[in-house]
């Protein structure tokens, strides 16, 4: 069974850097054609692509944010870590991880739970 | 890669069919997906590559495509589909999202 889940600080202060885990399990990150992306949800508003890491160490960010963030997964291929610098209120949102596999659905087939993280001094 | 996404709204009733729009910004193939949200959870896929249904998905939920116009109809609306609809293009990074549609009763 394939499963990913989010943890990490549900309050920063604002200019602070936000560090987010997301665990995997029942396949592997260096698998051919795998990918976890990370996507965000204010309240009450759209969901925003933020970027995603392959199993080939490739990345890809959201331009808006590129300057601001990184996504990266560890040497043991179980998770992915998101590191967002200098944040803002407006960065309050519910942040999921999801696996995309290009070889198959080129879709993210399935999601974290979700992690929401609050932004205020 | 613009998704636009319509309506934002949609009231319907049980047994209902209705349709949602989603145009891309330009050709995107057929890498178009879509999602359904319930309040309070993640995101769960419904179709991908623009007319697939994804496992265990209702074979209500069906997916077409005219060039860069993406449809998602659902007949015979259930009670559990009342829920946010979002359209996702996979063709290239930013892999964008439109703005959702939201079904309500």
């Known amino acids: 069974q394939i499963t990913l889940k989010e943890s990490g600080p549900t309050l920063v202060r604002p200019t602070q850097t936000l560090s987010l885990t997301c665990t995997v399990s029942g396949f592997s990150l260096s698998t051919t054609g795998v990918g976890v992306g990370w996507v965000r949800q204010p309240p009450g508003q759209a969901l925003e692509w933020l970027g995603i890491v392959y199993w080939d160490g490739d990345q890809f960010y959201s331009p808006s944010l590129k300057s601001r963030l990184t996504i990266t997964k560890d040497a043991a291929e179980t998770q992915v870590v998101l590191t967002l610098t200098n944040m803002d209120p407006f960065d309050a949102a519910t942040y999921y991880c999801?696996?995309?596999?290009?070889?198959?659905?080129?879709?993210?087939?399935?999601w974290g739970p979700g992690t929401r993280v609050a932004v205020s001094s | 890669i613009q998704m636009t996404q319509s309506p934002t709204s949609l009231s319907a009733s049980v047994g209902d069919r209705v349709t949602i729009s989603c145009r891309a910004g330009?050709?995107?193939?057929?890498?178009l997906n879509w999602y359904q949200q319930k309040p309070g959870t993640a995101p769960s896929l419904l179709i991908y590559a623009s007319s697939t249904l994804h496992s265990g998905v209702p074979s209500r939920f069906v997916g077409s495509v005219s060039g860069t116009n993406f449809t998602l109809t659902v007949s015979g609306l259930q009670p559990e589909d009342f829920a946010t609809y979002y359209c996702?293009?996979?063709?290239?990074?930013?892999?964008?999202f439109g703005q959702g549609t939201k079904l309500e009763i």
């Open positions: 996702q293009q996979t063709y290239s990074t930013p892999y964008t």
């Open positions: 999801a696996q995309l596999r290009t070889l198959r659905s080129f879709a993210f087939e399935v």
């Open positions: 330009q050709n995107i193939n057929t890498y």
